[in-house]
């Protein structure tokens, strides 16, 4: 019985242990520090204590309600991580807008599969949402998307063949890139008529986090390098928001922001991103709503989000795997 009483005693500090560390990750216990490669570990946090919490579960013993506990501490920010579906039905008809990071339609045979080019461009056509934002779109590698009669494209650097598109049913006017200072990531805006109003759409790639096979938490080496890399990009995203934020203060056009933030909801590169404005995950979306996967296991790093005055009526992640990201979409309604 005091084997036993010791045992449980242990496992439970050790729980402690996680559910502080996630709800310091999450946000949940206040915002006074940054760190930047603890708030990507918050799915793995929350799979821990997942764990933890069926253990106790199981045994039917007290700690389960720790875990009980750090959902009533945390909830706004578990939000973050996984949306409960809406039972609301959805009768009105609005603007529908996706998202989605090609990774260059699989030049370099990243996925092992044939025709990537022209499966994404059956995907497409089957949703048929009414504006499409890429990011990491490469001219010479796209299909012709036939069924949309207005595209503007614009290349991260230079002349490139890499960058930023747009793919609408609609007239596009006004558009203009966005380039990035010492960056191969970038974005564009345009503007569009929805209902007689003019509608500002950014489709920016912010900074990439460039984690390969060498970058671990096991090794000291490594793992101090890895540090320095994610908190040296985390300052790179900012200055890159800035520089977009001061685009958009220059304007009062509603806004839809379509992105590949390259961070997660729990960083604050994306509070930085979200001021003023709606994530549409966070008003229609569900599940956990997993954009890419980190090492195996999921974050959500693409994102929708609008101004606060434009109504969200719908959000969807799509279960398609022809790039490393998934794309999402929103239908949305203004006014």
């Known amino acids: 019985m005091k084997r036993k009483k010791i045992f449980v005693g242990f496992m439970a500090f050790i729980n402690t242990i996680f559910l502080l560390l996630q709800l310091l990750a999450m946000g949940s216990l206040g915002s006074w520090f940054d760190l930047p490669l603890f708030a990507l570990m918050v799915p793995l946090l929350f799979f821990l204590n997942l764990v933890f919490f069926v253990f ?39 603007l529908s807008v996706m998202s989605y990071n090609v990774r260059s339609f ?10 990537i080019p022209e499966k994404i461009e059956n995907f497409i056509n089957k949703e048929s949402p009414d504006i499409v934002c890429f990011q990491e779109y490469a001219q010479n590698e796209a299909p012709l998307f036939k069924n949309y009669p207005y595209k503007i494209f614009k290349p991260y650097n230079g002349n490139g063949q890499i960058g930023s598109c747009i793919i609408s049913k609609f007239p596009l006017y006004n558009s203009k890139a966005i380039i990035f200072e010492a960056s191969t990531n970038g974005g564009m805006l345009v503007d569009f008529l929805w209902k007689k109003d003019t509608l500002r759409l950014y489709n920016i ?14 090794a000291s080496e ?34 839809i922001v379509c992105t590949d933030l390259n961070n997660n ?65 929103s239908v949305i309604q203004w006014p």
């Open 56 to 94: 106790w579960l199981i045994r039917f013993q007290w700690p389960l309600l720790l875990f009980l506990a750090s959902i009533v501490l945390g909830y706004q920010e578990i939000q973050l991580l996984y949306q409960f579906e809406d039972s609301g039905i959805r009768t009105e008809k609005g």
């Open 205 to 218: 790639h912010f900074e990439s986090m460039r984690i390969d096979a060498k970058d671990t938490l096991i």
């Open 106 to 115: 699989n030049r370099f045979n990243w996925i092992d599969a044939n025709n």
């Open 222 to 255: 490594y793992s101090e390098k890895l540090r320095g890399k994610i908190n040296q990009v985390s300052k790179i995203q900012k200055k890159q928001i800035t520089q977009s934020n001061a685009i958009k203060n220059r304007s009062n056009f509603p806004e």
């Open 265 to 329: 909801a729990f960083s604050k590169t994306y509070s930085f991103l979200l001021e003023g404005r709606k994530d549409t995950f966070m008003e229609k979306g569900k599940g956990f709503g997993a954009t890419y996967n980190f090492f195996y296991f999921p974050l959500r790093i693409d994102f929708i989000m609008t101004s606060s005055q434009i109504k969200v009526l719908s959000f969807k992640t799509h279960k398609v795997k022809y790039s490393d990201h998934k794309p999402i979409s």
